[in-house]
């Protein structure tokens, strides 16, 4: 089998030795060419038609960033984002994802050398994934003075009627997933039943995505906190390092954010989170499994059908990586399986049946 093409770009001489050598290590991927800038790169790339890129962001001569914008309009391939744990880094590498990367590594802000050893498992296993994602082209910027496409109509608590208060939505995701959540999130009203979900991801990066999906939704979003009541109209994200689930008391539905060992290898779980799903908010649950890599949450999503949600996968052709969402079709946990920009309008229409009001009150 032919072994995955990498190209290492970084502009810490080190950094790309220590990696060079941890992909070399591995039998089925290759590090073919290491690149301190981008311009640099983009005759790697040209020249040794890599599978894989991994990039760091702060370089000399181009922004990675901005390579990477590039890159994505004019030659779109499969990018590991190396990044920096810091506010910052957070920050920048939600933006990478946005603009195309399949997925990131946090190294540390010192002790770099060693941080990378440790990550050794992590980084190649997301080189793996990243060679067998599904890359599209990212659309040109728009042109000045180009007119903004027209808004959708807003949905209101009048064609939600009390399935705002009753239900709540879950979601699962892990690679390509902060896009795709985005993309359910920003289509909900802001009378949506809550939203709670578990993305994967570390910690330090939880609280950033949550922020800025804040600032980009008509309900409110926010990393969880333990303990506090879940709310119609707002979104609450799994913080990175820590399980998500839900609990009752009296009429509430409450947050529990705890330590634990990982489920499926993951912390946050989806698993966990759907299995509370399933115990606590049963027949007024809806499942959204969305674009990831393995099987997490999937057993568990078929245990929130069997309790009464109503669940939806996201299909293959629109994931980034299908595994977590085939998982769960074949486990017989989906009752409708979309295309990710069909699934938050599908909801609203189920939420609106369901909730005995017309279609088309507003």
């Keep these: ?97 946005e603009l195309g990367a399949v997925d990131f590594v946090a190294k540390p802000k010192i002790g770099v050398a060693d941080g990378i050893r440790l990550l050794a498992q992590d980084i190649t296993d997301k080189i793996r994934i990243a060679a067998k994602a599904h890359i599209r082209r990212a659309p040109p910027p728009p042109a000045a003075g180009a007119a903004a496409p027209a808004a959708a109509k807003p949905v209101t608590m009048a064609s939600l009627g009390r399935a705002s208060t009753e239900k709540l939505i879950f979601i699962g995701a892990s690679t390509g997933g902060t896009e795709a959540t985005k993309d359910v999130l920003v289509n909900l009203p802001a009378d949506s039943p809550a939203v709670v979900i578990t993305q994967h991801m570390p910690p ?23 303990g506090e009541r879940i709310l119609p109209g707002h979104g609450y994200i799994a913080p990175g390092g820590l399980h998500l689930t839900v609990e009752r008391s009296g009429a509430n539905y409450i947050a529990r954010v705890q330590d634990g060992d990982p489920i499926n290898r993951h912390k946050p779980s989806v698993e966990a989170l759907f299995l509370s799903a399933a115990r606590v908010v049963g027949q007024n649950a809806i499942g959204i499994m969305l674009t990831g890599m393995g099987a997490d949450g999937a057993r568990a999503m078929k245990v929130m059908k069997d309790a009464g949600s109503y669940n939806y996968c996201q299909d293959e052709a629109s994931c980034v990586v299908f595994g977590m969402p085939r998982e769960a079709i074949a486990a017989g946990a989906a009752d409708e399986v979309l295309p990710l920009n069909q699934i938050a309008g599908k909801v609203l229409e189920r939420l609106r049946a369901t909730s005995g009001m017309s279609l088309n009150r507003v």
Excluded: H, W
């Excluded at 990066?205 to 969880?224: H, M, N, P, Q, W």
């Design 1 to 97: 089998m032919a072994k995955t093409k990498v190209v290492v770009v970084d502009d810490s001489a080190l950094v790309r030795s220590i990696l060079t050598e941890i992909i070399n290590r591995q039998t089925d991927m290759e590090c073919i060419g290491a690149a301190a800038d981008p311009l640099l790169a983009r005759e790697m790339i040209r020249n040794l038609n890599p599978d894989v890129i991994t990039l760091d962001v702060e370089m000399p001569r181009m922004d990675g960033l901005d390579f990477l914008s590039r890159l994505m309009r004019l030659r779109p391939m499969p990018v590991v984002m190396v990044s920096t744990l810091t506010e910052r880094g957070a920050e920048v590498t939600l933006k990478a994802l």
């Design 204 to 226: 330090g990066f939880t609280k950033s995505y949550a922020a800025r999906l804040d600032g980009l939704c008509k309900i409110r979003v926010k990393e969880a906190q333990d």
